[in-house]
């Protein structure tokens, strides 16, 4: 099978050389299936590179087996580049404007940062944003700010704040997004507040509590519940954190009624569960020590006893409120 691999490969590298167009753009389809499961894919890269056609459907399947194959980090020739944005084909050369977007430190992001300011129309510039969403480097986010508060288009405004957001891993983008929070739309406001909730305790866990206090950030039933029930039991945030957001939440008055409802649920819930697990409790352990007897007496090998009695234990475990996989 490898054999049969490695033939079809050096035949359908050979295809390349073809002069007919068609050949050589359905050889570099198969490659950039063959890609997926292709490693070095370095190698794919360099073949698809040295490929110097015009042909539209050639440079189309050549950008997609580039963006198959190529890295981050990848090099790739700017002569190349230059060809494939400036092709004739429309799909070709915004299909380019991905592909330069996704390269680090690669010198023609200047060139689609200026079809940017250049255009007039919508779509070129969805496209671009997009494009250039990929890594934000620190002038394109100023220039991407400040579009962001000028544009009349909803559309463009929405794209801008989605690459904005996804690279909020900067602190200064995100510390714009918060000065602004306002301006964002409703997807954009829950992907801010949440990212300062990832993982505390952090820094961005004020930025979290300044959204709430001011009314910036209108939380859903579920956070509340889920804050309520953390409150109760805190395991994954220290409970100061959790505290912190319960200020924040009573520093609005129709925040504070939502979040007293909220809490007083969570705390019966809670009751609840307390009071059945302590009654459970004791009838699960005498339904443990019960099976206990009747695995000896019925002669069961030790291994297996042990094996079995604690999967036992940890059904029972939930229910009684305790650990029930320890041996007795």
Excluded at 54 to 78: I, M, N
Excluded at 92 to 97: D, E, G, I, K, M
Excluded at 233 to 246: Q, Y
Aim: charged letters at 30%; hydrophobic letters at 40%.
């Amino acid at each position: 099978e490898y054999q049969l691999a490695q033939e079809a490969y050096r035949v359908i590298c050979a295809n390349l050389e073809s002069e007919e167009p068609l050949t050589v753009a359905v050889s570099l389809r198969f490659l950039k299936l063959f890609a997926k499961e292709y490693n070095p894919k370095e190698e794919l890269v360099e073949i698809a590179c040295q490929i110097k056609s015009d042909h539209p459907q050639v440079q189309f399947e050549q950008v997609a087996l580039l963006k198959t194959g190529a890295e981050e980090s990848t090099r790739l020739p700017e002569p190349l580049l230059r060809r494939l944005l400036d092709s004739s084909s429309w799909i070709v050369s915004r299909s380019t404007y991905g592909l330069i977007g996704r390269l680090e430190d690669e010198p023609l992001r200047d060139k689609l940062l200026q079809r940017y300011l250049d255009t007039q129309e919508e779509q070129e510039h969805l496209i671009l944003i997009q494009a250039l969403g990929h890594g934000l480097e620190p002038k394109e986010a100023r220039l991407f700010e400040a579009q962001m508060l000028a544009t009349q288009s909803p559309k463009i405004r929405g794209g801008i704040s989605g690459v904005l957001v996804e690279n909020m891993d900067q602190p200064a983008i995100k510390s714009w997004l918060i000065d602004h929070y306002q301006q964002l739309g409703s997807s954009a406001k829950e992907r801010v507040f949440m990212s300062c909730l990832d993982e505390p305790p952090n820094d961005d866990i004020a930025l979290a509590c300044r959204l709430l206090s001011e009314g910036l950030y209108i939380p859903a039933d579920e956070f509340l519940e889920d804050l309520a029930e953390e409150l109760l039991d805190p395991t994954d945030v220290p409970e100061a954190e959790l505290l912190r957001l319960e200020q924040a939440l009573l520093a609005q008055p129709e925040q504070a009624v939502r979040w007293r409802a909220a809490k007083e649920v969570a705390v019966r819930e809670h009751n609840q569960e307390m009071a059945i697990q302590a009654e459970m409790a004791p009838i699960a352990r005498e339904f443990k020590e019960t099976t206990k007897v009747l695995l000896e007496k019925h002669g069961m090998p030790e291994d297996d006893q042990k094996e079995l009695m604690k999967k036992i234990g940890s059904a029972l475990s939930p229910v009684a409120g305790e650990n029930m996989e320890q041996e007795e």
